[in-house]
């Protein structure tokens, strides 16, 4: 099974990941952080598998959080979901580190098809 860590300031979209991986064995939320600082503690306590990640948030945005989680570890899997979905930054956001960029809404399809990409990326 796959550690999946949540990063978004909104409870709903915690809430949608959690419910979409739950009908899925292959994905369990260890983690859930609201704010990139958060997120950069949880990563380095639990390391999960995988990361979803938001992009604008408060203290520390995304893009910020991808730089750093990269640079704890290199081997980082990180999915962007965010409603910026212009093409200057999910290309920031895939430069920083992350694996995949998806748009907010999503589908619960669009969601387990990118996680799934990023399970079998090297």
Sequence with gaps: MFRLMTVDDSNIIHNKIARTVSCNQLFEVIAKAHNGEIALEYYKL????????????????GLECIRRIKEFDPNAKILVISALS?????????????????????????????LLKMIKKK
């Design 46 to 61: 639990h390391q999960p598998d995988l990361v979803t990640m938001d992009l604008t948030m408060p203290q520390v945005d």
């Design 86 to 114: 212009d093409k200057a930054t999910a290309i920031k956001s895939l430069k920083l580190g992350a694996k995949g960029f998806i748009s907010k809404p999503f589908t619960e399809e669009d969601l387990l098809d990118a």
